[in-house]
Structures are given as C-alpha cells and as structure tokens.
T-cell receptor, first 111, second 117 residues
Framework: GNSVTQMEGPVTLSEEAFLTINCTYT??????LFWYVQYPGEGLQLLLK?????DKGSNKGFEATYRKETTSFHLEKGSVQVSDSAVYFC??????????FGAGTRLFVKA | GAGVSQSPRYKVAKRGQDVALRCDPI?????LFWYQQALGQGPEFLTY????????KSGLPSDRFFAERPEGSVSTLKIQRTQQEDSAVYLC???????????????FGEGSRLTVL
C-alpha cells in the first residue's frame, strides 16, 4: 500500500543552520507530494507541494524536489529561524480521497 | 469565520460515554475530511464527504464511529461507547474541489483532543 516514511525527530538546530528533513514514499502510480507544517497551537497548513517528477516546490525559504528515481521528497532550508520551530509532515496523494501522512518530524530552533 | 472551526477543542469522557465532535468547514468548500491523530503520529484518514454525500468511510475504525454532514456544510463525528484507545486528536479538513490532488491543499482545523478515562 501507499506509505510515507520521514526521519524521526526531534531535530534541534541553531538559528541560521541548514535544515534537511528526509522523506521517502511508496506509492502506486504517480502521486502528488506535500509538506505540511504545524506550528504550536495551530492546525496543519500546507507548506509546499509538487505534482510530478522533478518538480520543485518552494515557500518561505523551504524547498523540496520530487525525485521519482529515489522516491524521495526531502525538505530543505538554507538558514532556519526560531520561528520555524514546528512539526513538519510529509504527505502524498494518488488522486483519490485519502492523503497519506508521515509520522511528523519536530524541529526545534535555538536562538 | 475564515478558517475551519472545530469544537470542542478538548473533551474528556469516561469510558462508555458517547461523544460528538463538530466541524465547521470553510464556506463553499465541497470536500470535508476527518482524520485521527494519535500522539506522536501523523494524521490517519477516517472518512470523506463531498457535499452531503459520504463517499468513503473506509478509515473509520469500528461501527462505534459515525459521521454525518446532512446539509453539506457542518459535519459531526460521533463516537459511541468510547474506549481508551479512542483517545486522540480528531482533525477536520476541507478543500474547495472534489479531488484533493487537483487542488493540492487541505485546510485543517485545530483539532478536538479527546481523552477517554
């Protein structure tokens, strides 16, 4: 079945450090891929998406590239801020009603 | 309101009690989803509505779980005879279109945290 695996957290970084959160997926067909973010006390919100191989999604300085050959969609940011502290969820959808989420990776950024 | 609204935000129930969780989606959104999020896990799909029609309920864990959206807007998730394993955050999400992947974006509420004692 379809599934998403992302790196376990928590990830603790100092401000201005480089961030990578790994995400790999298993899916039939050609899924769309997403990163959602959940800030403390808030609901999940879409951070970025990519709908086909080699697409790069980007938003708020975050980027992720849809790599079909490695079935990956790793999230990166060149310089994190304290305000980026949140839980990040990788997700996929194969065109149906169900979006499949990973377990989430908690990020702490220290000043 | 501008976003997806859920109530109550927190609910404590004794084992065996019935609970009802409400979701008010973004106005005009056709699609409505319920997800269950256990502690430290990602959201797990429960059920999907397109307007008032429940098109997929394959994720509901047992027949104690029931969801409805009678007028195609507000939805209620009801859990009968609650058990401790039902303790989780229940998330509601909506989207404008009828196919999630084509729109690419689910709008989530803040969730209802259920604790069953």
């Amino acid at each position: 079945g379809n599934s998403v695996t992302q790196m376990e957290g928590p990830v603790t970084l100092s401000e201005e450090a480089f961030l990578t959160i790994n995400c790999t997926y298993t899916a039939t067909g050609y899924p769309s891929l997403f990163w959602y973010v959940q800030y403390p006390g808030e609901g999940l919100q879409l951070l970025l998406k990519a709908t086909k191989a080699d697409d790069k999604g980007s938003n708020k300085g975050f980027e992720a590239t849809y790599r079909k050959e490695t079935t990956s969609f790793h999230l990166e940011k060149g310089s994190v801020q304290v305000s980026d502290s949140a839980v990040y969820f990788c997700a996929l959808n194969t065109g149906g009603f169900k979006t499949i989420f990973g377990a989430g990776t908690r990020l702490f950024v220290k000043a | 309101g501008a976003g997806v609204s859920q109530s109550p935000r927190y609910k404590v129930a004794k084992r065996g009690q019935d609970v009802a969780l409400r979701c008010d989606p973004i106005s005009g959104h056709v699609s409505l989803f319920w997800y269950q999020q256990a502690l430290g896990q990602g959201p797990e799909f429960l059920t999907y509505f397109q307007n008032e029609a429940q098109l997929d309920k394959s994720g509901l864990p047992s027949d104690r779980f029931f969801a409805e959206r009678p007028e195609g807007s507000v939805s209620t998730l009801k859990i009968q005879r609650t058990q401790q394993e039902d303790s989780a955050v229940y998330l509601c999400a909506s989207s404008f279109g009828g196919r999630v992947a084509s729109t690419g974006e689910l709008f989530f509420g803040e969730g209802s945290r259920l604790t069953v004692l």
